[in-house]
């Protein structure tokens, strides 16, 4: 798993950031808490992904380049809305990949 070095965090979450990016990393379920990553389809953009979903070994979680985290579905809806808008008033495009393609390279 990849983290984007500027990550977008929601309202609620950044109250707890350090905690949610702790218990994401060591794959511990955290209720209410979405992440928000580049989509896995590179036909789409984004992907919101409920935290427990890592805690299952089947889980691609090392393929996962990690945008944003939320702290509850709809802050999840509202921060993918707030980093589309962003990117698109940036680069009047949403291409997302190309977007974060640099980040991506350069991520650990």
């Known amino acids: 798993m990849r983290w984007y070095d500027a990550l977008w965090v929601g309202r609620k979450a950044?109250?707890?950031?350090?905690?949610i990016i702790s218990a994401v990393?060591?794959?511990?379920?955290?209720?209410?808490?979405?992440?928000?990553t580049l989509a896995q389809n590179p036909s789409e953009l984004l992907d919101i992904i409920p935290s427990g979903m890592l805690a299952s070994p089947a889980f691609p979680a090392d393929?996962?380049?990690?945008?944003?985290?939320?702290a509850?579905?709809?802050?999840a809806f509202e921060l993918v809305?707030?980093?589309v808008d962003y990117i698109y008033r940036e680069t009047n495009a949403l291409d997302?990949?190309?977007y974060f393609?640099?980040?991506?390279?350069?991520a650990d």
């Open 14 to 19: 950044a109250r707890k950031k350090r905690r």
């Open 96 to 98: 997302i990949r190309s």
């Open 25 to 36: 990393k060591n794959r511990e379920r955290m209720a209410g808490v979405y992440l928000i």
């Open 63 to 70: 393929e996962l380049f990690v945008l944003g985290i939320a």
């Open 72 to 75: 509850g579905r709809q802050e």
């Open 81 to 83: 809305e707030k980093m």
């Open 101 to 106: 393609s640099e980040k991506l390279m350069n």
